[in-house]
């Protein structure tokens, strides 16, 4: 069994889907691993380091995917890329597949097997698969870096003889693991920590990490989560009405980090021009859900825009800021996954199509796009 894990075409992307820790546990499951050289540097992994794990440095993207029976990637193949790999090969990366039928269409007129790491589930045998907490983990704390990097102003209060610095006022929209991870880290520099979320769950989650919780709280708040723990789409009465607190709340921040991302839906809107204006000069506002579409207006992708005196950071690929631990986890995700693949006594791959966590994943299978999301759009 061979393994391909090449360098990222996308200029952006700075992460890896293999490490030497992981390329150690596919030669143990019976892989060949081929990394392309340099597929590692950004993410501080030298050619070295991966050919003492065991993998064999390849010195082009052909050379790479040549024979490759399972492609590991961060992000979905492009055109040139897919003339590179066999048919029949699983590939294993984040799909992103809203909107790209044509990229689905391809991958599957390639003849190739493609999962979307994003669509694993959320139960207990797959956490250690999901890529969207790992990743999103690492975003929360990047964006509390980035805020303070952007801040002219230290987080804690701090008493000197000079007089007393306040603290930051930092409030987190959205307290999903991105959220959380935020309010946690906001709250280790010393920052007074609000967030607010339309699920229920996540009052508990918040005030258990020593912030305090912002929402509307009526009938509709205590029924707003899917049952796989995601928001649903709220209501035109209940959004005016939260809008109307947060309007009222987001004047007194210094700092507001969002993060609310619906499944397959443009990112909603949260902060408008009018609660910017709102907000004292020098403040700061992180947007991560900034490539699709963004919850702040005004927020530019891949840029650092100041509307009404106020700085939105909208950088791409946040966990890529932060590359050598996305890396690490997100790698450790794709051989979790896997390894449910390869049958351990005879080292072979031999997934399992009835599985639930393939059939939740697989996006293109013998020629065709199989999963129920995107296979009307195809036919």
Not at 45 to 52: G, S
Not at 73 to 79: G, L
Not at 178 to 198: E, F, N, P, Y
Not at 279 to 295: F, I, Q, T, Y
Request: no cysteine.
């Amino acid at each position: 069994m061979r393994i391909a894990v090449p360098r990222e075409s996308d200029a952006v992307e700075t992460r890896v889907a293999a490490t030497p820790e992981t390329v150690k546990k596919l030669k143990t499951l019976g892989f060949e691993v081929t990394i392309e050289t340099g597929a590692g540097t950004t993410s501080r992994i030298l050619d070295a380091d991966y050919e003492a794990a065991g993998a064999v440095i390849s010195a082009d993207a052909a050379a790479t995917y040549a024979g490759a029976d399972v492609v590991l990637k961060v992000r979905r193949p492009d055109a040139a890329e897919l003339k590179l790999i066999k048919s029949g090969a699983l590939v294993i990366a984040i799909m992103d597949p809203y909107g790209r039928d044509a990229e689905l269409a391809a991958m599957a007129e390639a003849g190739v097997s493609a999962f979307a790491m994003e669509f694993m589930p959320r139960i207990t045998r797959a956490q250690v698969m999901d890529v969207l907490s790992s990743q999103a983990n690492l975003a929360g704390y990047r964006a509390v870096i980035d805020a303070a990097s952007e801040f002219d102003r230290a987080f804690p209060m701090m008493m000197t003889a000079a007089g007393t610095v306040p603290a930051a006022r930092v409030f987190v929209m959205g307290a999903g693991v991105a959220g959380l991870q935020a309010i946690a880290t906001a709250r280790r520099l010393g920052a007074v920590v609000t967030a607010t979320d339309v699920r229920p769950a996540s009052k508990e989650q918040v005030e258990s990490l020593g912030a305090k919780f912002i929402a509307v709280e009526d009938e509709e708040f205590k029924q707003a989560e899917t049952a796989g723990g995601y928001a649903k789409p709220m209501s035109e009465a209940y959004q005016k009405k939260q809008a109307e607190l947060v309007a009222s709340h987001i004047t007194k921040q210094d700092i507001v980090i969002t993060t609310a991302l619906i499944p397959g839906r443009p990112a909603p809107r949260l902060v408008t021009a009018e609660m910017l204006a709102s907000m004292k000069p020098g403040s700061v506002v992180v947007d991560l859900a900034v490539e699709r579409g963004g919850n702040v207006e005004g927020a530019r992708a891949g840029e650092v825009a100041t509307v009404s005196g106020v700085k939105i950071v909208g950088h791409l690929n946040v966990p890529g800021r932060i590359a050598a631990s996305a890396s690490a986890l997100y790698a450790k995700n794709l051989v979790a996954f896997l390894e449910t693949m390869v049958d351990k006594a005879s080292k072979t791959l031999k997934p399992n199509w009835d599985d639930e966590l393939v059939k939740a994943t697989v996006l293109t299978r013998d020629g065709a796009v199989v999963h129920p999301a995107f296979a009307a759009a195809q036919s």
